[in-house]
């Protein structure tokens, strides 16, 4: 018995050690967390944040000079690298960090041919950099000097912005410039108010006065500026009263470039039309069963009419969520990290949000999308419809788990360096989500068909009125107008849409991004799932395990792929 005892512990010794060194082997793993490239990566970003901080003044000559520097200095330091003897997550590293430093290298010396561009606007400018330039290291200054020297720069100032009131050569880039430049000579002067006054006596008696009038005259300088801004906006004549800029095709295939995408925005519209028959289609089988033969209009306000009480609109959340974790559960779809579950929360939505979203977001913070009680009759009516259960089904997991409240999880996780950001994966993959659990049977009732329906439509009309906007060919209110008779949306959360789309701060390319971004996660599922090589659950978690950054980048690292050092996009993941 004592040697069979002694076995046995032998052997869970064995058993124990196994299971530490196959644990060991997963978090010790370097390549799970860094690349060679990322070495030189993180030393960039502290170099880059120590020249950011010292050269903060926005705009600033030296401040772009030198960064256009350190770029360069990069670029030559990541080429110094081996590249053929990189495995293909470094190669991928590689490919995306070079194209960051070009991106970056060309936005610089685009931002120094600007200001050199609006330069006659600013003759004082030099001056106050200076002043600037002397303040960093203390040097005592010539409060009377400068005091004289601040005089003369508001009379140059009030000269100027009078000669502007009657100039109507500046273009947009160059305006916007401009505006840039004074908020950094404001913050450069105010700097070195702030460091003297009140600790120089001599500054303290020369200074405040000529400096409040500069401060002064530079903001109402930007206020000039500001609405010069708006008058070169494109405000059709169209009652819409949404401004915007539409950046035309050639800055379209620009922009799809960068974003590995490559498709013309004619194939991309050709691509959105073929997804909305699909929907059409689709529509009209659940809309007859539901009895209501092909008015599929009908069959939208019955559904948009199954919305809860106010008060009641968190609790629909929630039950939607746990139906749509305990599916993905029961399908063994993905890995959900307990903490991811336990964490994420709950929030309302301000009235001044709902304007430009007026949907529920998700993340971390899950922000809910209803009325309060300080909006009009008409509007509360529009929210609640808008935000009806069949509708919500559609999204609540595109929002929270798998979406991007676990995005956001495990991007604090794996490889957090690798934030290569890009919509095409951030809402590619939520989008894509949505498309996997309509494949999977998630809806149960012709109801669920037509509320997930008209999000998906929606995803398909998004690419069509953003292109077709950005080319010069549909007016904001084309565009409401389309989302309300071929979506089927509210028109107040049409008009809040479009007004998201175009003033809302986002890239003309980010609507474009949810669908063609799901559309090519659902190729690589295609090549990796459905061809047996990976079950769903080693996709899903293989993909978030990667971090963020172009689709394409992601399949190479996916299928193994060696990426080439001149690589240019090529993957043609639909198929017109």
């Given at each position: ?197 009140g600790y120089d006596p001599l500054?303290?008696w020369w200074v405040p006065a ?325 079950s769903f659950k080693q996709y ?37």
């Open positions: 018995m004592p040697l069979l005892k002694k076995l046995y512990m032998l052997l869970a010794c064995v058993l124990l050690q196994q299971a530490t060194t196959s644990a060991q082997s997963a978090d010790n793993d370097l390549y799970l967390q860094t690349s060679e490239v990322n070495n030189i990566m993180v030393q960039y970003e502290a170099d880059a944040g120590n020249l950011r901080r010292f050269y903060f003044v926005d705009s600033s000559p030296e401040g772009l000079t030198r960064m256009a520097t350190l770029v360069k200095s990069y670029q030559q330091r990541l080429e110094q690298l081996k590249y053929a003897a990189l495995n293909v997550g470094a190669q991928v590293d590689y490919t995306l960090f070079k194209r960051r430093l070009s991106q970056t290298l060309e936005e610089l010396l685009l931002a120094q041919q600007e200001s050199a561009q609006v330069k006659k606007w600013f003759p004082f400018a030099d001056k106050i950099y200076q002043a600037e330039q002397h303040r960093r290291r203390g040097e005592k200054p010539d409060a009377a000097a400068l005091a004289a020297q601040l005089s003369e720069t508001a009379k140059e100032i009030i000269k100027k912005r009078q000669q502007l009131e009657n100039d109507s050569s500046l273009t947009l880039p160059e305006i916007r410039r401009s505006i840039s430049t004074v908020r950094g000579l404001r913050e450069a002067l105010g700097n070195v108010f702030t460091f003297y006054n500054f303290s000529p400096y409040r009038q500069v401060d002064s005259l530079l903001k109402t300088y930007s206020t000039a500026f500001n609405n010069k801004e708006k008058s070169t906006a494109r405000m059709p004549e169209d009652g819409s009263g949404i401004a915007g800029h539409p950046i035309g095709r050639t800055a379209l295939i620009k922009g799809l470039q960068e974003e590995m995408i490559p498709y013309t925005p004619e194939e991309l519209l050709a691509i959105a039309n073929k997804e909305f028959a699909w929907c059409d289609a689709e529509m009209e089988k659940a809309t007859r069963e539901m009895g209501l033969g092909t008015d599929w209009k009908a069959a939208m306000e019955k559904v948009k009419n199954s919305y809860v009480p106010p008060a009641d609109q968190p609790a629909a959340m929630m039950k939607l969520y746990n139906e749509s974790v305990d599916f993905i559960k029961q399908h063994d779809l993905i890995t959900l990290p307990p903490l991811a579950e336990e964490t994420w929360r709950m929030i309302m939505m301000t009235p001044e949000r709902q304007l430009v979203n007026p949907f529920f977001t998700g993340g971390e913070e899950f922000s809910v999308s209803y009325p309060v009680s300080s909006m009009s009759h008409e509007d509360k009516m529009m929210s609640m419809r808008g935000n009806n259960p069949h509708f919500s089904r559609a999204t609540v997991h595109h929002e929270l788990l798998a979406g991007h409240a676990l995005q956001e999880f495990m991007q604090n996780r794996y490889k957090t360096y690798r934030h290569f950001e890009t919509p095409f994966w951030i809402e590619g993959w939520a989008l894509y989500w949505e498309r996997l659990l309509w494949d999977q049977g998630f809806a149960k009732s012709p109801e669920d068909r037509v509320g997930m329906l008209f999000w998906r439509k929606h995803r398909c009309a998004r690419i069509i009125f953003s292109i077709n906007y950005h080319t010069g060919k549909w007016t904001p209110q084309q565009c409401i107008d389309f989302l309300v008779d071929r979506v089927g949306h509210e028109r107040a959360n049409a008009e809040g849409e479009v007004r998201r789309s175009f003033v809302g701060g986002y890239s003309p390319l980010y609507q474009i991004a949810y669908m063609i971004g799901g559309l090519q996660f659902e190729a690589l599922k295609k090549e990796l799932v459905d061809s047996g090589k990976m899903h978690d293989a993909v978030l395990r990667e971090n963020m950054m172009p689709i394409e980048m992601l399949r190479a690292i996916l299928l193994n792929k060696p990426v080439p050092k001149d690589f240019t996009s090529s993957w043609r993941f639909y198929k017109l």
